[in-house]
């Protein structure tokens, strides 16, 4: 009877081990396209192409492509979430009713479904990013062809269209930017000035509003 619990014990640590490394792909996977597609549904609005181009068609197919595929990863983690919520209430239920067995599995896989359980509400709740302020934002997209700049500053800490930024790396000024679309965490600006040819914007320079500019808007 013990090898037989045993065996069931192991085949359950298992699944749960399988299913807990699909849930974490997934989670990443979905989070992963949502920040694509808030990405280009920001530069699309923030550039202004509502004309019918090829280079509006081609980002609308993007954004399309985007949403099917987030919605996929999205359905995926909750069939996982549901398949793990399954198998954690009938291993309770065997090891409630199990009249022997091996203490150390039972303790293995209890200690397996505390981690199960926190994995899942973690993936029911969104990511939070860490909080900045105007005086410290970092870039989080470049878009070269475009001239464009991703910001994780927004409304929250106060952004509004057409505000200028500085870029800044090693306490100098690399260059000079006009926010263009603001959303509630992120804003877009386009690139007014660089301060050197030979440099250019990374992800990860600081951002900064700049108060002083007298840039205009091109």
Not at 22 to 37: F, G, P, T
Not at 136 to 159: A, M, P, R, T
Not at 182 to 200: F, T
Not at 201 to 215: W, Y
Request: net charge neutral; aromatic share 2%.
């Amino acid at each position: 009877q013990n090898d037989q619990l045993r065996k069931q014990l192991s085949i359950a640590k298992e699944s749960l081990k399988a299913l807990t490394s699909s849930l974490a792909e997934s989670n990443a996977a979905a989070e992963e396209l949502r920040r694509k597609y808030s990405d280009l549904e920001l530069r699309m609005e923030a550039l202004g192409l509502a004309s019918a181009n090829k280079d509006r068609t081609k980002l609308e197919q993007r954004l399309l492509a985007a949403v099917s595929d987030l919605q996929l990863a999205q359905k995926e983690r909750d069939q996982y979430r549901d398949q793990m919520l399954r198998l954690n209430e009938a291993v309770l239920c065997y090891l409630k009713t199990a009249q022997a067995g091996d203490a150390k599995a039972r303790m293995d896989i209890e200690a397996q479904l505390r981690s199960t359980n926190t994995l899942i509400t973690k993936s029911t709740s969104e990511p939070e990013l860490p909080e900045s302020s105007l005086m410290d934002g970092s870039v989080i997209s470049v878009k070269e062809e475009w001239s464009f700049v991703v910001g994780n500053l927004g409304e929250k800490q106060g952004v509004k269209i057409g505000m200028p930024m500085r870029v800044m790396r090693d306490d100098r000024k690399i260059a000079t930017l006009r926010v263009v679309d603001v959303r509630q965490k992120i804003c877009g600006a386009v690139i007014q000035e660089m301060d050197s040819e030979k440099e250019k914007i990374k992800v990860g320079d600081r951002l900064q509003v700049d108060a002083h500019s007298d840039v205009s808007l091109r």
